[in-house]
Structure formats: C-alpha cells, structure tokens
C-alpha cells in the first residue's frame, strides 16, 4: 500500500488536458506524465526509421529500442526519445496524422501502459491522456474527462498556432481534430470514454484558471 495519490484527467484533442494536468501537478508537487507525448515519440522514431506504421511488428520493435524520458526544465517539462530532447518536433503535423494509427495496436498500448504505471510506482501523480482512468490508472483517487465543443477547441489550438508561427486554416485543425476523435473513440484498444466513475468538465466558455479551479474544488 502507498499514500501515493493519482489524478486521471482524459479527453478528446484539445480539451486543454495537458495544460490544466501541468498546473495542477506544480501546484500539488505531483509529477506530471503526458501518455500523448509518449505515443508521438514512438511516432515520430517510427517516421524517422520509415517504418510501416500499419505494422504492429514493426512497432514493437521500434518501441522496444526507444527510452522515452521526461525531464522538469525552466520552460516546463520536456520529452526526450533516447536522450535527445524531441519535445517540439513530436507536435509536428506528420507527427499529429500518424498518432491515432501507431496508438491503436494491442501491443503498442500494453507496452507503454506498463511504462506508464512505472511511473506512478513512487510518486503522487497526475496523468492526461485517453484511457487513464478506464485502463492505466483505474483506481485513481479523481478523473476527470474534460470536454469543450469542437469550435472552441479547435479556436484553442488556432489561437495556440498562431502565436507560434503556424498558418493552419481554422477549418483544416477543425477536421483533424475530428477525425482524431472519431479515431480514438472507435478503435478496438482501449477506447476514448469516459470511465463510469469519471466527473464530466465541459470548459467550453472557461479559460483555463477557471478548469483548473473547478478541478481544485472536485479534489476537496
Ligand atoms: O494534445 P493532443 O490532444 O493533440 O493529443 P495527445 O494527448 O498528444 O495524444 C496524441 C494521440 O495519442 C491521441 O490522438 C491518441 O491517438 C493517442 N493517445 C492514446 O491513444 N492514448 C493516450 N493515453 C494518449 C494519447
Ligand atoms: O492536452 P490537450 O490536447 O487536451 O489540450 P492543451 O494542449 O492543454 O490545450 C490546447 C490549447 O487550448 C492550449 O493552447 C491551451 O492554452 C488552450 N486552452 C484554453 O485556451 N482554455 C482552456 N480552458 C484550456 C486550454
């Protein structure tokens, strides 16, 4: 037994998971595991080897290669694949259209599942994702799925672009979004649903201090 506490927070792309997930780990001295940047970099060592993502085989052995790492720096937390700090590249479109296939095979998710869990073996954790609470922690002490309509979360991640430099049309980041959902929540493995014990947030309409408060609230 341990006193260890567990944060799951899940939802569909662009809900603001890692954005809420990140403060509420400072503010509780919990470490913090995005399970989505460990499913890019496989992706993206995948795509650097051009490999057959359609091949589970061939995953699976890429995966059983690559050490992914996370590491607290002053901008906030970083993602290394073997070492090499990947924590911009692995949100590069390429990377983005090829996640959802490279994450639906069996193999693929018990691997990282297990890596996962490795994680929250000794310390109090929050972790965001897809399947947190329905398969990689399913006794969290709190779960959360976030939600925000489709516009707004597609707003989110226009405006997010723009500040960086990316031209992505409104439409274009709209349509990805959905189709990534529409992926996740329908693939055999371990489906994007909400665990029967999960609270439902829709923070369409609330910035990100008021999810954030409202999570703070359900923690007490
Ligand atoms: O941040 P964003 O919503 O773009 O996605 P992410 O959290 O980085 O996750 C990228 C993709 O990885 C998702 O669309 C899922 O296909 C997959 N994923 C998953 O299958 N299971 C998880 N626990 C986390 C991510
Ligand atoms: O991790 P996930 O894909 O669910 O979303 P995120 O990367 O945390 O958030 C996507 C974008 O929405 C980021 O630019 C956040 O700053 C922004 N956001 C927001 O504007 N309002 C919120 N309530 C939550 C996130």
Do not use: W
């Not at 567990?6 to 400072?26: E, F, N, R």
């Not at 993502?53 to 992914?68: G, N, V």
């Not at 922690?137 to 709190?142: G, H």
């Amino acid at each position: 037994m341990t006193n260890n506490k567990q944060i799951a927070i899940d939802g569909p792309a662009s809900a603001g998971k890692s954005t809420v997930a990140k403060i509420l780990a400072k503010k509780m001295n919990y470490i913090y595991c995005d399970t989505g940047a460990m499913y890019r970099a496989l992706t993206l060592a995948a795509l650097r080897q051009n490999a057959d993502i359609s091949s589970e085989i061939e995953l699976t052995k890429i995966l059983a290669d690559i050490e992914i790492s996370f590491k607290q720096m002053a901008d906030g937390q970083h993602v290394f694949l073997n070492g090499e700090d990947v924590t911009q590249e692995i949100r590069l479109p390429e990377v983005t259209n090829s996640v959802s296939e490279v994450s639906s095979f069996k193999k693929v998710r018990a691997e990282l599942v297990s890596r996962q869990r490795k994680f929250s073996d000794s310390d109090s954790i929050v972790m965001d994702g897809r399947d947190i609470g329905t398969v990689v922690l399913p006794e969290a002490d709190l779960k959360i799925f976030l939600v925000a309509s489709v516009e707004e979360r597609a707003q989110r991640r226009y405006d997010e672009n723009t500040k960086n430099g990316i031209n992505t049309p409104f439409d274009v980041l709209k349509k990805e979004i959905e189709d990534r959902d529409t992926y996740d929540s329908t693939r055999k493995e371990s489906p994007l649903v909400q665990a029967e014990d999960a609270i439902l947030v829709d923070t369409t309409g609330l910035n990100i201090d008021q999810v954030v408060q409202k999570i703070e609230d359900l923690m007490n």
